[in-house]
């Protein structure tokens, strides 16, 4: 994998498809002959990323604060202790915090030093937050990447970017759209997009979801 | 070290592009590199830092082209060379020549499947903290040649302390072998001006997490 003096450049992995395939392969040979590594433990590790763990974990937790006054105001003060209470099954570990949009103010997380997400909650991260376009610009232009995804907020609302420097992780709770009363956790949570967790976009409303 | 890798206000990249109804892993050789790095940090082998630094440390031209899966198999390989847990010829042959290192514990299905939480990097604190929520601070003007999760666009810049997290392992320490190092941590917020200058968005605030050694009283 360090040899990078010939042309890779006709594949945008920065190196040939098949190439690739085969070196990361005979890596996983050589660490499982050295006795590091389970390849039924890695096996799990993918099933659980492509299976378990993705952004309808934090949309529950976002339908729950949004029905649950109790449990909203516990998220937002301690969301691990918070996320504990719901059962064992939620693995967010102990450095996340949960950040409220309001009409005042609109919240987006970043990490311009790599590509800190929060995995536990949302799941893998999508190729573009770990994109250099998004990691250049969020922290200086938020609206134009706003601009980007097709959200235009109030100029008066304060726009707030945590940039992930360390291993806290942030959750966005975004606003509850109008005309939801009396849904169900089950059916407002089909309205918490990823995009709306990470403060790129807005929940979708109902009229959204019907269409 | 200022590298390629602190992208927070750079210009020239272009729009984000956003692919619909992405999945979660392209092709099936980065699962394969996701689940290799995770059994080696929990086979406490490195450090998650020790990561992050190995791919910073890579060539800017080889950090920009390489997509983020590829990076991560470049720092892991990277990692497992320096630490002596594989051999170039290893690499090379496919296979294993030489018996491997002791490691601290090995990674297994059954603990992927009930017990794998995130790391606790949280540590013993080692004295008061410094600062509390309400303080003004300035991030100091480090350059350091090493590891540091002090972002360039955020060095001498005046804001206010916002949370206080707990103490936690110092990465700057950790990836040049000093150890945990513990350190509070803490969220510091900048209005847009103070970063961008007189021209920044007005309702603009970017906060940071900073390690208390990246302050000081302002």
């Not at chain 2, 604190?125 to 999760?149: E, L, S």
Request: with cysteine.
């Amino acid at each position: 994998m360090a040899d990078h003096d010939h042309d890779h450049s006709h594949h945008d992995h920065g190196a040939p498809l098949s190439e690739i395939q085969l070196r990361v392969r005979a890596l996983e040979t050589v660490l499982t002959e050295k006795g590091y590594v389970d390849p039924a433990a890695l096996d799990a590790v993918v099933e659980t990323y492509e299976t378990k763990i993705g952004p309808r974990n934090g949309a529950l937790i976002v339908a729950k604060a949004w029905t649950d006054p109790a449990f909203r105001q516990a998220l937002l003060k301690d969301a691990p202790a918070a996320i504990a209470t719901l059962g064992d099954a939620w693995r967010v570990g102990v450095h996340l915090v949960a950040v409220e949009n309001t009409p005042q103010r609109h919240n987006m997380v970043v990490c311009t030093l790599c590509s800190c997400y929060p995995w536990g909650t949302l799941g893998l991260p999508p190729t573009w937050y770990k994109s250099a376009p998004y990691r250049s610009r969020a922290v200086k232009d938020p609206r134009g990447v706003l601009a980007d995804f097709g959200v235009q907020l109030p100029k008066e609302t304060e726009i707030r970017v945590w940039d992930s420097t360390a291993e806290t992780r942030f959750l966005v709770v975004p606003m509850r759209p109008a005309g939801t009363d009396g849904w169900s956790e089950e059916r407002l949570a089909d309205l918490v997009t990823r995009d709306s967790m990470i403060g790129t976009g807005l929940a979708r409303t109902p009229a959204e979801l019907a269409r | 070290m200022n590298g390629v890798h602190d992208m927070g206000g750079m210009d020239g990249f272009g729009k984000v592009e956003v692919e619909p109804n992405e999945p979660p892993l392209h092709e099936p050789w980065e699962g394969r590199v996701l689940a290799m790095v995770s059994a080696l940090w929990y086979a406490r082998a490195w450090h998650i830092d020790d990561s992050r630094y190995a791919q910073e440390s890579l060539p800017p031209q080889v950090y920009l082209a390489a997509s983020y899966w590829w990076r991560w198999a470049l720092g892991l390989q990277k990692n497992l060379l320096e630490r002596g847990l594989v051999t170039q010829d290893e690499i090379a042959a496919g296979r294993s020549l030489w018996p491997g290192k002791p490691l601290a514990r090995k990674l297994s299905a059954d603990v992927v499947r009930t017990r794998m939480p995130r790391g606790n990097f949280f540590r013993e604190q080692q004295g008061p903290a410094r600062f509390k929520p309400g303080d003004r601070v300035r991030t100091r003007n480090i350059h350091p040649q090493t590891h540091t999760r002090l972002p360039r666009y955020a060095r001498g810049k005046t804001g206010v302390v916002e949370l206080i997290h707990g103490c936690e392992a110092y990465p700057d320490s950790v990836v040049t072998d000093r150890g945990d190092d513990p350190q509070w941590l803490y969220t510091v917020v900048f209005d847009g001006r103070e970063i961008w200058g007189a021209d920044a968005d007005p309702t603009l605030r970017v906060s940071i997490d900073a390690f208390e050694p990246y302050l000081e009283p302002a």
